[in-house]
């Protein structure tokens, strides 16, 4: 069955006068819904003062519960279009957006513009005008939303561990709250947040199918005051609002702990590395990561080795341990760069991105398209401001920002149509690989700086402990 909501309210004190009572309206919409197989599941009502001034928490509440689970609903039911919102311009503004972002017809059951020509038009210049005012719905629901969060209520989807309850305030989900407590009792006896993470991630674990655990999001369940039932959106800060799943004291205890241990990590560990971002795992294709692991040598003292290890394996074994001393293989890549920097390689050997130059073509495909797509959008326009929806300023305004994206478009089809026809010129490559070697040798040269050199000329580089191979795709 189709869902719909009901949106009533009394605009002017000359509309109360003239007795066409919030009561009455909601009776009329009510008969409509079930006449035409609507099923009501929110009735959204502004009263006298609430609806004169531009707040109108109802309405804005609506936009907010329709945006933020669109899949529920399928039309709001109104008296006509001038109560649904301030004017006519507003009107067709929200039901443009309600029908383009959301799926969501706004039905004026007192007013219908039908299939006929009239209603033809007025659809082909919602569209041009949704776009128009796309950022508009956005403030819009952002005040909704903040009207929400005053009072504590729940503001989108609820955090790990509670659900929404009646009165739209979080409540504890029982099973879930369970995990939570978890990963705080770990945190507090003295395991880390990737090892907490990776203990979810194991098969036999029965949180395994809850979700893929990161380290980052462990931190983010142990940074979130919101487990000692405070509530806080944007500056809205509300102590005592829901119940709480950890005490303030563990709360607490944690947040001393994040810092201290933070502190103590070696801040080498954020360091930039040389492959970082461009090595993955020949075998699974997943990023490979630096890894550090010390050992006890005879004399009791520990080294410390620095490994490039497969990410697949780290975080839940499902790769083998495709893992590598950092050293050897970042000089066996300087090693390679090297030869091919000499020409002792046959270009023809040398992977050169080979996907290259279809990536080009389908992205010059989609350019033309999108310049086809303006042309069309130019038209609308008019038509928009002919039939008097938007106005010669506005239309101006759109038409520049239309006419920039133009230019923009055509200038990166300029820049493709010669890349296309270009063969790949070989002493060009050649010196390219050439001067990038000379700064990856470079001592002088920070680890940041080599690492964006190999950037600009690696695409990637797969590296298989399985098969003792490094195989490194170049970028022209
Ligand atoms: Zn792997």
Known sequence: MKKAVLYARVSTTKQSEQGVSIEAQLNQLK???????????????????????????????????????PDTYNAVLIHKTDRFARN???????????RRDCNVDVISIKEDFGDGAVGKMVEGIMEVVAEFYSDNLAKEVEKGQYHIAKQGKAVGKAPLGYKIGEDGKYKIDQEKSKIVKRIFKKYING??????????????HKFKDERNWSDMAIGTILKNEVYTGVFTWQDVRIENNHPAIISRDDFKLVQELLQKRKKKRSSKKYDAYLLQGVARCYECGGKMHRNFSSQKLASGKKKRYVYLRCTTYSKDRTCYVNHHRMKDIEEAVVQAIDKVSKGLIPLNDIEVAKTKQTDISAKYEGIKESLENIENRFDKQMEAFEAGVINLDQLKKYQKRLKQEKEELQNQAKELEGRLDNEIDKDLFIKKIKDAKDTLVNDNVSIQQKKNTLHSIVKEIKISKKQELIEIIYKF
């Not at 035409?36 to 707040?55: F, H, L, M, P, W």
């Not at 006519?88 to 309600?98: A, N, T």
């Not at 880390?192 to 979810?200: E, K, N, Q, Y």
């Open 31 to 69: 008969d409509y819904a079930a006449a035409n197989g609507y099923q009501v599941v929110e009735e959204y009502i502004d009263r006298g003062e609430s609806a004169k001034t531009s707040d109108r928490p109802a309405f804005q509440e609506m936009i907010s519960d329709i945006k933020s689970d």
């Open 88 to 98: 006519r311009e507003d009107s067709i503004v929200y039901k443009s957006l309600l």
């Open 191 to 204: 395991q880390g947040t990737a090892s907490i993470a990776l203990d979810f991630n194991k098969h036999t």
